[in-house]
């Protein structure tokens, strides 16, 4: 019986993950609906990094600090693999 009352602790996580979901959805919301000459000669670019396994994917930055950026995440794969094995 104990078992299934919910604390207050969890009755505030479970707020807050239901707050952020609330908010994700409105922004989303909202920036969909925004006026698109308001948007007028804005130039956009799309950079990121991802890990695919153990091969990072670098994206969207010029060749030198692509070449950069794969170093630092190889330095950083080969240190989690040391630390996990």
Same mark, same amino acid.
């Given at each position: 019986m104990l078992?299934?009352?919910?604390?207050?602790? @969890?009755?505030? &996580?479970?707020?807050i993950i239901i707050a952020g979901v609330?908010?994700?959805i409105l922004s989303l919301l909202l920036s969909s609906r925004s006026n698109e000459? &308001?948007?007028e000669?804005?130039? !956009? @670019?799309?950079?990121?990094?991802?890990f695919l396994?153990?091969?990072p994917l670098v994206w969207g930055y010029? !060749?030198?600090t692509q070449g950069a950026l794969f170093?630092?995440?190889?330095?950083?794969?080969?240190?989690?693999?040391l630390l996990i094995s």
């Open positions: 078992s299934q009352i919910i604390s207050g602790i @969890e009755l505030f &996580a479970y707020g609330v908010l994700v000459n &308001a948007n000669g804005v130039k !956009r @670019e799309s950079k990121g990094i991802v396994g153990p091969i010029s !060749r030198k170093v630092i995440l190889l330095v950083v794969f080969l240190s989690w693999y």
